[in-house]
């Protein structure tokens, strides 16, 4: 046998170097050479006689309970023994049974293989949508950490759903979820709760509108995302009320929107009916009034006694994607739309979201520091007053002032009165 081979034989016979060439091992490998040191926590009194005759007893302690060892002092130990010359990286080797290799290495390794099992998807579900999101994960863009961790963890089968999902896009012929998940896994709940489907969705959006990521947090936001590549999320639950609107589809008027104006009556309208009309308007003027709250809605309405037409919508809290398409068809069809929500954190940020969205066609509606004097309550907002620090508009700004001096609650039922009067004004 050469020096190597006996020194493998003899270190690997001694169980005093058991605990030890692993640590060479690991050390090795985190510095891609023979170098630094190892400690060996709570040596056993033979451990240590045996690693110090090694030594030749240099000193090699590096606390009370631990042995601190130098790789290249162990390997030049090997001169003047009978294993000199020995290859040291090979004894490890040889030593701890397998092949030692570096972290950058075995990192590179690893990155290779990633890369490689993404192109092979990209070869399977050719499409441009499909390009751009491997692209984007190959490059770990923002908002491919889902896929990479996914990766990591050996999801494979739920990686390629959602690629597969993807060449799909965008659908000629829009699908619920359900279905477009059954169409492409054969599982209608697949895509139930995947946030890889929608943060696929807003990367592809980024780039094709060349914006900057940003994840979506809110629910009702993703709802919209899969509605601009044809899928629905839910289109019967989803639905505004409103009245004094005329829809129209295929240029005639809508019979079912006429007559419920005619007879003065509300209308709750699903997404589902919605997403189809071609026109919506008023049918007096160019000016619709959105409220968020049912109740004052209603009683907006109550006050109509003269059953004049009043344009109104309610959104029923945080916006739906039905609302906000029927919002845009109005602001289409040439309307303005005035919004009126409650005076706290949560209600503030709703109106500077519709106004950010649609501009100068949204105008904020008894949104004055005199209106949240008069709607004040004894509601503390203390909790979620910060929620305002995210909001920057001059139109606001007075307001929001106000509103973190005095931390409490405005609500719209104190309003009643001049909200109906402005509407029917």
């Given at each position: 046998m050469?020096?190597?081979?006996?020194?493998?034989?003899?270190?690997?016979r001694?169980?005093?170097?058991g605990?030890?060439?692993p640590?060479?091992?690991?050390?090795?490998?985190?510095?891609?050479?023979?170098?630094?040191?190892?400690?060996?926590?709570n040596?056993?009194?033979?451990?240590?006689?045996?690693?110090?005759?090694?030594?030749?007893?240099?000193?090699?302690?590096?606390?009370?309970d631990?042995?601190?060892?130098?790789?290249?002092?162990?390997?030049?130990?090997?001169?003047?023994?009978?294993f000199?010359g020995a290859?040291?990286?090979?004894?490890?080797?040889?030593?701890?049974?397998?092949?030692?290799?570096?972290?950058?290495?075995?990192?590179?390794?690893?990155e290779?293989?990633r890369?490689?099992?993404?192109?092979?998807?990209?070869?399977?579900?050719?499409?441009?949508?499909?390009?751009?999101?491997?692209?984007?994960?190959?490059?770990?863009?923002?908002?491919?950490?889902v896929?990479n961790?996914?990766?990591?963890?050996?999801?494979?089968?739920?990686?390629?759903?959602v690629?597969?999902?993807?060449?799909?896009?965008?659908?000629?012929v829009s699908?619920r979820?359900p279905?477009?998940a059954?169409m492409v896994?054969?599982?209608?709940?697949a895509?139930?709760?995947?946030?890889?489907?929608?943060?696929?969705?807003?990367m592809?959006?980024c780039y094709?509108?060349?914006?900057?990521y940003?994840?979506?947090e809110?629910k009702?936001e993703?709802t919209?995302?899969?509605?601009e590549?044809?899928?629905?999320?839910?289109?019967?639950?989803?639905?505004?009320?409103c009245?004094?609107?005329?829809?129209?589809?295929?240029?005639?008027i809508?019979?079912?929107?006429y007559?419920?104006?005619?007879?003065?009556m509300?209308k709750?309208?699903p997404?589902?009916?919605?997403?189809?009309?071609?026109?919506?308007?008023?049918?007096?003027?160019?000016?619709?009034?959105?409220?968020e709250?049912?109740?004052?809605?209603?009683?907006?309405l109550?006050?109509?006694?003269e059953?004049k037409?009043?344009?109104?919508?309610?959104?029923?809290?945080?916006f739906?994607l039905s609302g906000?398409?029927?919002?845009?068809?109005?602001?289409e069809?040439g309307?303005?739309?005035?919004?009126s929500?409650d005076?706290?954190p949560?209600?503030?940020?709703?109106?500077?979201?519709?106004?950010?969205?649609?501009?100068?066609?949204?105008?904020?509606?008894?949104?004055t520091?005199?209106?949240y004097?008069?709607s004040?309550?004894?509601v503390?907002?203390?909790?979620r007053?910060?929620?305002l620090n995210?909001?920057?508009d001059?139109l606001l700004?007075?307001?929001?002032e106000?509103?973190i001096?005095i931390?409490?609650?405005?609500?719209q039922?104190?309003l009643i009165?001049?909200?109906?009067?402005?509407?029917v004004?």
């Amino acid at each position: 046998m050469n020096p190597t081979e006996e020194a493998v034989e003899y270190f690997r016979r001694k169980d005093d170097y058991g605990r030890l060439f692993p640590l060479f091992a690991k050390k090795i490998e985190s510095l891609g050479n023979i170098g630094g040191s190892v400690i060996l926590e709570n040596p056993t009194t033979t451990e240590r006689r045996a690693i110090e005759r090694w030594l030749k007893n240099k000193k090699t302690s590096a606390g009370k309970d631990e042995m601190k060892i130098p790789l290249k002092k162990f390997e030049e130990s090997f001169k003047g023994k009978r294993f000199e010359g020995a290859d040291f990286y090979k004894v490890v080797e040889g030593v701890v049974g397998r092949v030692l290799v570096s972290n950058k290495i075995k990192k590179e390794q690893s990155e290779r293989q990633r890369k490689e099992y993404f192109l092979s998807l990209k070869t399977k579900y050719k499409s441009e949508m499909a390009d751009v999101l491997i692209d984007f994960i190959i490059s770990k863009e923002s908002g491919a950490m889902v896929f990479n961790l996914a990766y990591s963890q050996e999801k494979f089968q739920e990686i390629e759903n959602v690629i597969k999902a993807i060449s799909y896009l965008p659908l000629k012929v829009s699908k619920r979820l359900p279905i477009f998940a059954e169409m492409v896994t054969g599982n209608p709940h697949a895509f139930d709760k995947e946030p890889k489907l929608i943060n696929s969705l807003q990367m592809i959006n980024c780039y094709f509108n060349g914006v900057k990521y940003e994840i979506i947090e809110d629910k009702e936001e993703e709802t919209g995302l899969l509605f601009e590549f044809g899928i629905l999320r839910d289109d019967l639950l989803n639905f505004v009320t409103c009245n004094g609107l005329i829809a129209e589809k295929n240029g005639e008027i809508i019979k079912s929107w006429y007559y419920a104006c005619e007879e003065n009556m509300v209308k709750n309208v699903p997404l589902r009916e919605i997403q189809v009309i071609d026109k919506v308007y008023p049918k007096v003027g160019n000016t619709v009034f959105v409220l968020e709250n049912s109740g004052v809605y209603s009683s907006v309405l109550d006050k109509n006694i003269e059953e004049k037409v009043m344009p109104i919508i309610c959104t029923h809290g945080q916006f739906k994607l039905s609302g906000l398409i029927l919002i845009k068809k109005l602001i289409e069809s040439g309307c303005r739309v005035f919004y009126s929500g409650d005076f706290d954190p949560d209600g503030i940020s709703m109106a500077y979201r519709l106004k950010k969205k649609f501009g100068d066609k949204v105008v904020y509606w008894r949104y004055t520091s005199e209106d949240y004097i008069e709607s004040l309550s004894e509601v503390s907002i203390s909790e979620r007053i910060q929620l305002l620090n995210s909001i920057n508009d001059d139109l606001l700004n007075p307001l929001m002032e106000k509103m973190i001096k005095i931390q409490r609650a405005g609500y719209q039922e104190k309003l009643i009165n001049k909200l109906y009067n402005d509407i029917v004004g």
